[in-house]
């Protein structure tokens, strides 16, 4: 007889207790604990899941030969360059995203391209009939033979239907929606996805598949259930962006096949996702000319440089504590920025509302946006408009000095790309042989009131 048991569960993390706890020890999450049954494993089975036919032994390092990775390419050239170069045969992946960011529509788009380009796909979908899928399809064009359709959420059924069609990329579009037999629980529990997750590994080894799993996030934007989930795939990578703007990123924040400071641009359209292939002309996009309080600063994504309008709009307060906001940038930071601005430039904000957004919905960590961002707040103030062809490239300090930012060549090249004339930069990142015979403008400065002087 299979003997069960009741477990609790973070339904964040994943960590496992006999007793219901309020805090997690794991996580330190409050109320995340889950009441859940399960059936003692079988045994022999090996912690990773993967059940050998005879026992391994080790080898020493020099008599590993080294089999070349075979990638297929996706036909998307964002989606491989995140990848790290196109699709390895028998990985593992897990997507994860907001509810309706587009997640269905990006694979769906990578199996057309596959199957038109003859390699046998197989699309599992828990969420959506037959016909659902194909409205999409054919929104995006996807009319080839080798793209295989499955409404499904019985993982024995999966694993038949590919064993039977050779599929060389399967999609499970959602894990929280599909379940294994042998697991009493509900789709979508801790135990289930679990479970699940370590079939498909499984599978995926086994047959050489490249397996993409699709999985929703929670509020706090973890792939919802445990994120012991990240720890089992070879890539995690996230689709995110604002809803309401069409653009979408794709970031790997996981990769054991490539680099994870790749990201992808995409713009949400009827035609499914379209590859940005200069992203700073997206986000400078509409930018007001000649406007008090908007910036423009070159920041770097993964190894790319985009220019972003920063705006900014200071304001008497109404109140006797001032409001602010910041929207895409880190609120403390601006607070931050704001203090320096006050001590060491010696503006009066303390009285005054202050908002600050990045326009177009991305949101910026980049430390070399401070001196961009401090700027905006000044020109907001004054009611001064900066010179629009002018980028500000810089840290900030707590004394008001300007300190110097990494791939700073890379920045200004994509300032002289995107048309700009100037570009105001950290003293100690200025190297005069490389940056005389620019077609741009470079103004070192060292302080915060340095550049402010520069801008009249
Ligand atoms: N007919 C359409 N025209 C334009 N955009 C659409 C259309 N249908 C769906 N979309 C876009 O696709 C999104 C849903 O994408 P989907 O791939 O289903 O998301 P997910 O799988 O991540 O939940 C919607 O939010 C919407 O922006
Ligand atoms: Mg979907």
């Given at each position: 007889m299979v003997k069960e048991k009741t477990v609790f569960f973070c339904?964040?993390?994943g960590f496992e207790a006999s007793k219901w706890m309020?805090?997690?020890?794991?996580?330190?999450?409050?109320?995340?604990f889950v009441e859940e049954k399960t059936v003692a494993r079988k045994t022999g089975t090996v912690s990773s899941g993967i059940q050998y036919k005879e026992r391994p032994r080790p080898t020493a390092i020099n008599k590993v030969e080294i089999t070349e990775e075979v990638r297929i390419k996706t036909g998307i050239c964002e989606l491989d360059r995140v990848l790290g170069g196109g699709i390895v045969k028998g990985s593992l992946i897990l997507v994860g995203g907001d509810p309706g960011i587009g997640k269905s529509t990006l694979l769906l788009q990578m199996c057309r391209n596959l199957s038109d380009n003859g390699t046998a796909v197989l699309y599992v979908s828990g969420e959506e009939s037959l016909t659902q899928i194909k409205m999409r399809g054919e929104r995006l064009g996807a009319k080839s033979d080798k793209l295989l359709l499955q409404s499904d959420n019985d993982l024995d059924n999966i694993a038949a239907s590919l064993e039977n069609t050779g599929a060389e990329v399967l999609i499970i579009?959602?894990?929280?929606?599909m379940a294994a037999a042998e697991v009493d629980n509900a789709p979508g529990t801790v135990t289930q996805v679990r479970e699940v997750t370590s079939r498909l590994l499984q599978m995926s080894k086994r047959m050489n598949t490249a397996i993409f799993i699709i999985g929703h996030v929670t509020k706090e934007g973890m792939?919802?259930?445990?994120?012991t989930l990240e720890h089992m795939v070879d890539s995690v990578l996230y689709f995110e962006g604002d809803g309401n703007a069409g653009f979408r990123l794709l970031r790997a924040v996981k990769n054991r096949f490539g680099s994870t400071n790749e990201i992808g641009v995409f713009n949400m359209t009827d035609k499914g996702l379209e590859e940005v292939n200069n992203p700073s002309k997206m986000f400078l996009n509409g930018r007001p000319l000649n406007a008090p309080g908007s910036v423009v600063v070159c920041s770097i994504e993964g190894t790319r440089a985009i220019m972003l309008e920063i705006q900014a709009l200071v304001c008497n307060s109404n109140f006797n504590m001032a409001r602010r906001t910041a929207v895409g940038v880190d609120y403390n930071r601006v607070n931050l920025l704001m203090a320096v601005l006050e001590k060491r430039a010696g503006m009066d904000l303390a009285g005054s509302d202050c908002y600050v957004n990045i326009a177009g919905g991305l949101k910026l960590s980049d430390p070399s946006a401070d001196l961009g961002i401090a700027l905006a707040i000044a020109s907001s103030l004054r009611n001064r408009a900066l010179d629009e062809g002018c980028c500000i490239i810089g840290e900030l300090g707590l004394a008001g000095e300007v300190r110097g930012i990494r791939n700073i060549m890379q920045r200004i090249s994509e300032a002289e790309k995107m048309g700009f004339s100037s570009c105001i930069i950290p003293a100690s990142n200025y190297d005069k042989d490389k940056m005389m015979n620019l077609n741009i403008k470079i103004y070192p400065v060292s302080t915060v009131n340095e550049a402010l002087s520069l801008i009249r």
């Open positions: 339904s964040e993390c309020g805090q997690c020890p794991g996580c330190k999450k409050w109320n995340t579009d959602s894990i929280q929606t792939v919802a259930g445990p994120r």
